[in-house]
Nanobody, 128 residues
Framework: QVQLVESGGGLVQAGGSLRLSCAAS????????MGWFRQAPGKEREFVRT????????YYADSVKGRFTISRDGAKNTVYLQMDSLKPEDTAVYYC?????????????????????WGQGTQVTVSS
């Protein structure tokens, strides 16, 4: 089993920045990718960014391109999401996700079903 603990959410004005962190514990030797999804009230959970653990390849949603940066610290089993130029439409609960299975050619990093473990979520609110 893997446990994920997120931190760093909060309230910020439009144009501001926040940095989210997600630390993994437990079976951390089986981390193949970690990423972030978000869910606004009344909407489905949507992909934000993800990073593969070995090669460091990153993927992003078009809505955050150029504004959100993902990085990892392998020694700490932690993934970060630096969010800049925040907009009110970025308001959501942000969830950390971890893939504990090997990544094959058919991997779809933007699909929620590709991830095995989830954090409890952290609220991000951007005021206009």
């Amino acid at each position: 089993q893997v446990q994920l603990v997120e931190s760093g959410g909060g309230l910020v004005q439009a144009g501001g920045s926040l940095r989210l962190s997600c630390a993994a514990s437990g079976r951390t030797f089986s981390i193949y990718a970690m990423g972030w999804f978000r869910q606004a009230p009344g909407k489905e959970r949507e992909f934000v960014r993800t990073i593969s653990w070995s090669g460091g390849s990153t993927y992003y949603a078009d809505s955050v391109k150029g504004r959100f940066t993902i990085s990892r610290d392998g020694a700490k089993n932690t993934v970060y999401l630096q969010m800049d130029s925040l907009k009110p439409e970025d308001t959501a609960v942000y969830y950390c996700a971890l893939r504990g299975r090997r990544i094959g050619n058919s991997w779809s990093p933007r699909d929620v079903n590709e991830y095995d473990y989830w954090g409890q979520g952290t609220q991000v609110t951007v005021s206009s």
